[in-house]
């Protein structure tokens, strides 16, 4: 016997996914207007105060837009409701946008840190123009106001268990290394040792690769039905072997599949039973699982007659 029952719920949004849905639209709005702002700041402050770092600073926090775009949409499309042509629903989606914010993270990492070693062996660094103070302050100004929108944008990125948003949110953590890299490279070119600006900016482009590299790698996982993990499934397990009328549980399998987990599950019950009976603990089952493991998009389960 196999029961393979889904909450279907129509077309009418939830409380819950009304809710998250206000909270992604502001999430995209905030973070997309303090970037557009943010980078107008950085690029007035590099031309002014004569710091090239600050203006591709700027531009790395432009492209920050694109990549909060490419999240809410993301995120979005996810959201939507199955249908006859995905009838298990658009969670990929969130694994399609988290892989476009780890390539553009790639480019970017190998970006900053091609410029800055070109810089190092190109030498004559006694032609480079020295940095004015403008281009300090908007270095400050860029590493607290990306942090911030990283925590904020981490905070909610948990609340809707969105893997887009969490990359997101990494890259503005490498917007505000990429501003800390500037910084050091600002303030060593005041003091005299311009090649410190080149030396940041390529050990800033290895924690902007080791972030991509963390991104593409979480994305590839959930678009390919891994696993959740022996320590998930070894709970899972537990949870429902200790459910009444259960005898034991015969295989359990999980696989990722965007933000949400699938379950196929195998379990005995007294094999004397009536249909009906069995049926009822199957749903009674399906229905417990997925009301205490939120993660848990559906459950199918198989009955096998116990002889004990």
Known sequence: MTTNKENMTGNVPSKEEIKENAIIRRVSLLTITGNVVLSAVK????????????????????SDVLTTIIAFLGVHLSKKAADKEHPYGHERFECVASLLLGAILLVTGFGIGKIGLERIFAGHYETLAVPSVIALAAAFISIVSKEAMYWYTRHYARIVNSPAFMADAWHHRSDALSSVGSLIGITGAMLGFPVM?????????????KVSYDILKDSIAKMLDTSCGEDYEKALTTYIAAQEDVVQVDMLHSRMFGNKTYIELELQVDGNLPLREAHAIAERIHDSVEAHFSEI?????HLNPSTL
């Open 43 to 62: 690029l007035f402050a590099g031309v002014a105060g004569s710091s090239g770092a600050m203006v591709s600073d700027a531009i790395h926090s432009l």
């Open 297 to 301: 998009k559906h459950i199918t389960i």
């Open 197 to 209: 600006d080149s030396i940041a900016s390529v050990v800033i482009s290895l924690f902007i690769l």
